[in-house]
């Protein structure tokens, strides 16, 4: 160990086996999440900060035999907290003490960004300053002069580009060095202009505690100074560009996609066009999953059960029930989702998501919602389980426990299929051949439409009853648009989403599976329950224009709304004795032409009400279990769980029951 | 409300809201009702006395507008303009 009070000698070698804590600050959009996956790769594990629902992303990576144990913390724009992510960040590196902290600076924004830099190193002078985003520099010709920066705040400071992985040797470099004390910060120029108070450090800190009142005008008067000095340090080492920038594609795009006409046609044009690359897109693949899982495992594993002498009830029980939902589910879901999330995640990453939220703030503001709840309804359009998750955006408690108990009427990735099928058989045939492709998507898309119709309907209501309150701060920021990474994109969003969201998924499936073998094949009094639980549901069904088979249907489906469809068909095949495709009795299977699945509803009696209604009550019912498991978790209470689950299913017991008699009445 | 400057004539003083695209104005103060969580958040923002606010563009139906401020591109709802005096440019 050095004698702490000598300065080291500044060798090429580091101790070796040591472990040091780095904290990742910075402004958002600075392309922080970059550095941070850039720099652990694989090793990292995302979790939540204690006792709240802020993503905390830990990793790890190594350099000469030391670990280097990496948070990245919420992006920040100021350590005096305004929100749950700033006090997680200023509560890191207060308390924490990370060994190093490094800032990872937007470098086309300098001004901006030194202003949080320079409010960190009132409270440590151990930083390391990233310079991210090189590239763009590049683009708009601007020049940094690296050294006078250093220089001026005493601390090393690294050009990146984190997304082209430029620059990465030298700040893990850094990040040693200064860990390990090789190099040490030097005082800031200038320090006294911004020492007005007994320091920020003591603001910052005061400001954490509760019903501390920081003086405002103190604080005003300490942020002028520090964006002062930001301005200052900026203007003596930024070159800008020689000549004015001819065209700024940013502002060219913007003037389109927020324009009075044209803004909202090209944004409901845009999300078209992600459904209909999903539907179109999943289609063979589902196809190519169900035969594989269907055609070729299956049957495999049958004849497993058999060599293996396994008793007809567990082969039942573990293949015709447990694998053959968990098959469904995972060839019906999956294909979509491999396809909305990257492409979802492709129009986050380009920049256009928070254009979104600005043009919609109005809608949702006069709901007593927030904007950017119209991005996690969208990407409930994938997934509500991955809505729910999405809602983190949403600073309000309030407004987010809105934004996550009406996520269930963005139609999911699940219910297209339910959807599809029954507009195509039922209303199809309402018109000429030729139209009836449009006619049924445009049904589908009606639904769709309605449910966000319900979303800000039932978003009013609960801001007027039991989620009263006030609108919250607001402020978006629209970064530049930056070409997407294509191939990091895919990537990230089939782990992080797809993934994530089909285990929990499978998860689920596994119970529904049993439950359907089960009650298929379990008889009381030469009647199995299935048909029992049918045939006392139908009176209740009948009501609500609806019948047994679809209410017992849509209980066995609650894990999941994809195997509604099969297990109606199966249910109907028991109870009526209808022809059918399967073998023995609790067996999902899927038909391969719409006529025969024709004949089966029609063997059920199902009429055009019955139809129309099961589109509606599809749009209006419970979450699926998965989404019902993540709003506890989200939310950390039992009780809006509850909330989430019941509402919705009484809205759509009201309105198929409506639609029933007025239907009913006028034939 | 107008305010003497240090030439002796008078500068106008208006709420960011009232500008319109393409305009500026210089931040003159944040009024007084702004304050809490929002107010250190607009000054994190760096809505600070002296700041020169560009307006960019608006959203289709006006609300919300999005401004320029220290280079970086922000929405602000309407009431939130509201709050913040500007003399304009």
Request: overall charge positive.
């Amino acid at each position: 160990m050095p004698d702490s009070t000598t300065v080291p000698k500044k060798t090429e070698e580091l101790g070796k086996g040591s472990e040091y804590t780095i904290a990742l600050l910075g402004n958002p959009n600075t392309g922080k999440s970059t550095v941070f996956n850039a720099l652990t790769g694989l090793r990292q594990h995302t979790g939540n900060w204690p006792g709240k629902t802020v993503t905390r992303a830990e990793g790890e990576f190594r350099f000469q035999e030391n670990r280097f144990k990496l948070i990245d913390l919420p992006g920040s724009y100021s350590m005096v907290a305004a929100s749950p992510d700033e006090e997680i960040a200023r509560d890191f590196i207060l308390y924490d003490r990370p060994d190093v902290t490094v800032v990872v600076v937007d470098v086309t924004r300098l001004e901006r960004n030194l202003n949080l830099v320079l409010q960190v190193r009132e409270i440590t002078d151990r930083l390391v300053i990233c310079l991210n985003l090189a590239d763009e520099a590049r683009r708009n010709r601007l020049e940094i002069n690296i050294d006078e920066l250093s220089r001026q705040l005493g601390v090393p400071v690294v050009l990146t580009a984190a997304r082209y992985r430029e620059g990465l040797d030298r700040l893990i470099r850094c990040i040693a060095e200064m860990a390990s004390g090789l190099i040490s910060p030097q005082p800031l120029k200038r320090r006294h202009e911004t020492s007005l108070h007994p320091g920020i450090k003591d603001m910052v800190s005061r400001a954490g505690e509760p019903g501390a009142d920081i003086d405002e005008s103190v604080h005003e008067k300490l942020m002028g100074r520090f964006y002062a000095q930001a301005a200052r340090i900026a203007r003596d080492v930024v070159t800008p560009p020689g000549e004015k920038k001819l065209f700024d594609l940013t502002r060219a795009i913007d003037r389109i996609v927020t324009h009075r006409f044209w803004g909202f046609p090209v944004m409901l044009l845009l999300f078209s066009l992600v459904f209909w690359i999903t539907i179109a897109g999943a289609n063979i693949p589902s196809r190519w999953l169900s035969a594989l899982l269907l055609d070729l495992v299956y049957p495999f594993l049958k004849q497993i059960a058999v060599s293996i002498e396994f008793p007809w009830w567990l082969s039942g029980l573990l293949i015709d029930g447990i694998f053959l939902a968990t098959a469904w589910v995972v060839s019906v879901m999956l294909p979509p989702m491999a396809i909305f999330f990257p492409l979802f995640t492709l129009l986050e990453d380009f920049g256009y998501l928070p254009r979104v939220a600005f043009n919609l703030d109005r809608v949702f503001k006069k709901t007593g919602a927030h904007g950017k709840q119209s991005l996690t309804m969208m990407m409930g359009f994938g997934c509500n389980a991955a809505g729910v998750i999405a809602a983190r955006i949403i600073d309000s408690p309030r407004e987010r426990l809105i934004a996550i108990i009406t996520n269930n009427f963005a139609l999911c990735n699940g219910r297209w299929p339910t959807q599809i099928l029954i507009a195509t058989l039922f209303i199809g045939p309402l018109v000429p051949a030729h139209l009836a492709g449009l006619i049924s998507a445009g049904a589908v898309l009606v639904i769709a439409l309605l449910g966000v119709g319900l979303t800000l309907a039932v978003s009013w209501g609960l801001s007027r009853t039991i989620l009263k309150g006030e609108s919250s701060s607001f402020s978006l920021e629209l970064p530049p648009y930056r070409p997407p990474r294509f191939i990091k994109t895919l990537y990230t969003s089939f782990i992080d989403r797809t993934m994530f969201v089909l285990w929990r998924a499978v998860v689920f499936a596994i119970p529904a599976g049993a439950a359907i073998w089960l009650t298929s094949n379990i008889n009381i009094n030469s009647k199995s329950v299935a048909e029992i639980l049918v045939g006392f549901l139908d009176p209740l069904g009948i009501l609500l224009g609806l019948n047994g088979v679809i209410l017992l249907a849509f209980l066995v489906a609650v894990p999941a709304n994809e195997i509604v469809v099969p297990t109606i068909l199966m249910l109907i095949v028991l109870v009526t004795g209808a022809p059918g495709a399967g073998e023995g009795a609790g067996v999902i299977f899927e038909l391969d032409s719409l006529s025969r699945t024709m004949d089966i509803f029609k063997a059920n009696d199902w009429s055009l009400l019955t139809a129309v209604n099961l589109m509606l009550f599809s749009l209006i019912h419970n979450p699926c279990s998965t989404t019902l498991y993540t709003i506890k978790k989200e939310t950390g209470s039992i009780k809006w769980a509850l909330v989430a689950a019941f509402l919705p299913l009484v809205m759509g017991f009201s309105v198929t029951f409506l639609v029933a008699q007025v239907w009913r009445f006028f034939s | 409300m107008n305010r003497f400057n240090a030439e002796g004539t008078i500068d106008k003083e208006e709420s960011l809201d009232n500008l319109k695209i393409g305009e500026k104005g210089r931040v003159v103060h944040l009024s007084s009702k702004c304050r809490g969580s929002e107010r250190q958040r607009l000054i994190a923002l760096g809505v600070l006395p002296g700041t020169v606010i560009h307006v960019e563009m608006t959203s289709p139906f006006g609300d919300p507008v999005a401004y320029r401020i220290r280079d970086a591109v922000i929405g602000l709802r309407n009431e939130q303009a509201q709050l913040i005096r500007v003399t304009p440019l």
